[in-house]
């Protein structure tokens, strides 16, 4: 039976989508001498140096705690500001509430260089440089209101007339928010959590410019990879390949999440 051609290009375009994260993984295999050297489709030699300094190195794996330590930080400070606001936006209706929802998603519209400036001076004001809760509220201005937005759309999903029978149950609002409506919208909280996970753990300029020594994440490090030689190549795969594994976990652990939210979502 003869493969169809659908099947054919789609093994083609995961190939092509994997290649790179294979060329990563085989260059951090080698040393940096043997990738300027020679051009190689596998390590000849295959090495675990690189993996080795970047367990051994304090400045390399206390990156990751601190990346993996702000970015949770900021996942749960995100729904736990996100998921009553985006109730109200979708039960309520009061004063500039179009105005403030445009408002939230125009903010998410900015850059982080225009707000780099303010946190820089409001966080000494307040003795919060390099602390991992700096680089979690900073990433905040940009994840509330993508997550407020994601969960509106969930919320606004579910029946009114569940509110109204849970009231009518004699249901307090804590009681009933947190036992029957938020396990309703589950998979919109696995797709907001994922989009705000993603958001920082790849953002760059704040968490490098809020962090000095104590909370300098992994991405900051990895800029800091040039030494007499030139940029150690070898290394830096090997952290690349490092910062695509908590990532794959998410995804891994609200997979389920993911497709049911990325069909009945506005994602």
């Known amino acids: 039976m003869r493969p169809r051609k659908g099947t054919i290009g789609l093994i083609l375009y995961f190939l092509l989508l994997l290649l790179p994260i294979y060329w990563m993984f085989n260059i951090s295999l080698r040393t940096n001498a043997d990738i300027l050297n020679e051009f190689a489709l596998y390590p000849a030699d295959p090495t675990f140096a690189n993996y080795m300094k970047i367990f051994t190195d304090p400045a390399w794996y206390s990156g990751y705690i601190n990346s993996i330590a702000y970015v949770a930080m900021n996942v749960l400070i995100s729904l736990s500001v996100a998921l009553p606001a985006a109730y109200a ?112 753990w790849v953002e760059l300029l704040l968490a490098r410019a809020l962090t000095d020594t104590v909370a300098k994440p992994i991405a900051a490090t990895m800029t800091q990879t040039v030494g007499a030689t030139g940029l150690d190549w070898g290394l830096l795969a090997a952290a690349g390949v490092l910062t695509i594994v908590p990532g794959a976990l998410v995804i891994w652990f609200v997979r389920d999440y993911m497709a049911k939210g990325f069909a009945l979502g506005r994602v």
């Not at 004063?95 to 000494?124: C, E, I, T």
């Not at 509106?152 to 009231?167: H, K, L, N, Q």
């Not at 149950?169 to 989009?195: E, H, K, Q």
Request: glycine share 8%; proline share 6%; charged share 10%.
């Open 89 to 200: 936006f979708s039960r309520y209706r009061f004063l500039g509430d179009k105005h403030m929802f445009f408002w939230l998603l125009a903010n998410r519209m900015a850059p982080p260089a225009v707000f780099l400036l303010p946190f820089l001076q409001l966080y000494s004001t307040f003795g919060l440089i390099d602390t991992h809760i700096a680089v979690a509220l900073a990433h905040c201005l940009f994840t509330v209101p993508l997550a407020v937005w994601i969960l509106e759309g969930f919320m606004s999903g579910v029946p009114r007339e569940i509110d109204e029978t849970a009231y009518l149950d004699g249901y307090g609002f804590p009681r009933f928010f947190l036992t029957i409506f938020v396990p309703l919208i589950r998979s919109g909280i696995g797709v907001t959590a994922f989009f705000c996970f993603m958001f920082s």
